[in-house]
């Protein structure tokens, strides 16, 4: 059982250029999640997804697309590199817990470990 | 929508002193709440939430928090802190409804710094 694994853990692009961040949980997890730290900031949502096939845009999506084809995967994809999107970029995922019969809320979250990017 | 406020942004304690690390939420039902810690280099590990019933909540490490309604608050507490608590710490509030807000919102962080 490794969790939630985030590669690669370092990269450097120049501005303008592609990339995809991979993120993978095997804890069967319905919720996943793809959130950007910046210093004095905390933890800002970029993309989320609830279950295979659904995504949903968070605080911050520019630039940034996802796609959710399986459980287990939740990949991001940096379009065309800025030097803004400079950060650390964490991946969560986490089980539903249901607190009535149309309630339901996240459980709790466990993270990546992350990955630095810089853009220069 | 929901928010969290941490009003402090770093917290200094010696080491074996008590701490308090307070969080603050903006919601109109009963939230669910979560404490994060963050090791330098490392991710963000869920320390203790509370979703209903007793609202003093025991986390891993020695940790605890306590829910009150009363003042929109969740405060992280720690009787003796040693000095690998040293560390970033994340409180996050999340809501249980049918609207899909099945996302918690996280405050921007409390560093907490250990002197020996």
């Known amino acids: 059982n490794a969790g939630v694994t985030q590669t690669p853990k370092f990269q450097v692009l120049k501005t303008g250029q592609s990339m995809t961040l991979q993120c993978a949980q095997d804890m069967n997890h319905e919720y996943m999640s793809w959130y950007r730290q910046d210093p004095g900031m905390g933890l800002r949502l970029i993309h989320y997804s609830v279950g295979a096939g659904i995504t949903d845009q968070g605080e911050v999506p520019n630039g940034y697309n996802v796609s959710r084809s399986t459980t287990e995967d939740f990949p991001l994809r940096l379009l065309s590199a800025a030097p803004s999107q400079t950060s650390v970029y964490f991946c969560?995922?986490?089980?539903?817990?249901?607190?009535?019969?149309?309630?339901?809320?996240?459980?709790?979250?466990?993270f990546g470990s992350g990955t630095r990017l810089t853009v220069v | 929508a929901q928010s969290v406020t941490q009003p402090d942004i770093h917290i200094t304690v010696s080491e074996g002193a008590s701490l308090e690390l307070r969080c603050n939420y903006s919601?109109?039902?009963?939230?669910?709440l979560f404490w994060y810690v963050q090791s330098p280099g490392q991710g963000l590990q869920l320390l203790l939430k509370y979703f209903s019933g007793d609202t003093l909540v025991q986390g891993i490490k020695g940790f605890e928090a306590e829910f009150k309604r009363s003042q929109s608050s969740f405060n992280l507490r720690k009787p003796s802190v040693h000095w690998s608590d040293a560390a970033e710490y994340f409180c996050?509030?999340?809501?249980?409804?049918?609207?899909?807000?099945?996302?918690?919102?996280f405050g921007r962080g409390t560093s907490l710094i250990v002197h020996p």
């Open positions: 969560a995922s986490s089980y539903r817990v249901y607190s009535g019969s149309s309630n339901s809320a996240n459980y709790g979250y466990t």
């Open positions: 919601y109109g039902a009963t939230p669910y």
């Open positions: 996050a509030v999340g809501t249980g409804d049918s609207g899909g807000s099945y996302i918690p919102t």
